[in-house]
């Protein structure tokens, strides 16, 4: 039998996202319209952002860990959590929670190991961008990163806020996106990672200017490939 895999969810297109990967690449391993069982919990963005705005990392941890727990309860035997932003909370969350975690950056660098990547420009919320989540990881695998300017990193948090959590992909957005990868392709980065689980559904890998690494979609994977240890 499979695992029981459970959804932390906080932003609702990367988790539906995360959900559909998941149901859809299953059946290669396990047969025409099989998945493991999977369960979702989410409480509301609004509630993620009054403590990621306070940075309030350990508030996030709370609903993190609200959520494992509840997860735990109808028999999940594992966590992951299809957003980039929130897993700065992880140090405070993967002790004290009642089952284990897969980190979704554990997910994009094994990636980029296999692909044989050194350099990766990292595209996400400015907190995420700015923060440590990818680049302590990084490291471990001997793995470099860099982040757009400021400028950028401002726009395309905007983007992510006001378009891409609700649901709006706009042909200008990913145009821009688009320009700023070409930057950090400029600056020597050989892959991106679309770090925040919504920009896979805006970016286009067909016309990226460097390959991508599709956070989202790669820890949906991870996911399954624990599920059927």
């Not at 992951?80 to 979704?104: E, G, K, M, R």
């Not at 996400?124 to 695998?141: A, D, I, S």
């Not at 070409?182 to 020597?188: E, P, S, Y």
Request: glycine share 6%; hydrophobic share 40%; charged share 20%.
């Amino acid at each position: 039998m499979a695992k029981h895999v459970g959804i932390v969810a906080c932003s609702a297109e990367g988790a539906a996202l995360c959900y559909r990967t998941l149901c859809t690449e299953a059946p290669t391993y396990m047969g025409e319209h099989m998945h493991p069982e999977v369960s979702m919990h989410t409480h509301p963005l609004g509630e993620y952002m009054v403590h990621i705005h306070a940075g309030n990392w350990e508030g996030v941890a709370q609903l993190m860990l609200s959520s494992a727990r509840k997860l735990a309860q109808v028999g999940a035997n594992f966590a992951i959590c299809p957003d980039n932003t929130i897993h700065q909370a992880f140090p405070y969350v993967v002790d004290a929670s009642p089952i284990p975690w897969l980190h979704i950056a554990d997910a994009v660098a094994e990636e980029a190991t296999r692909r044989g990547c050194k350099n990766l420009a990292v595209m996400g919320t400015k907190y995420l961008m700015t923060g440590p989540v990818y680049p302590e990881l990084l490291k471990r695998y001997n793995i470099s990163c860099r982040i757009p300017e400021e400028d950028d990193r401002e726009r395309i948090d905007n983007i992510i806020f006001q378009e891409l959590v609700n649901g709006q992909f706009l042909e200008d957005s990913r145009v821009y996106f688009n320009e700023v990868i070409q930057k950090l392709k400029d600056q020597g980065c050989d892959a991106v990672v679309l770090g925040c689980t919504e920009i896979p559904l805006l970016v286009d890998p067909k016309d990226c200017p460097l390959p991508t690494l599709d956070s989202t979609r790669l820890l949906a994977r991870a996911a399954i490939k624990e599920a059927l240890k």
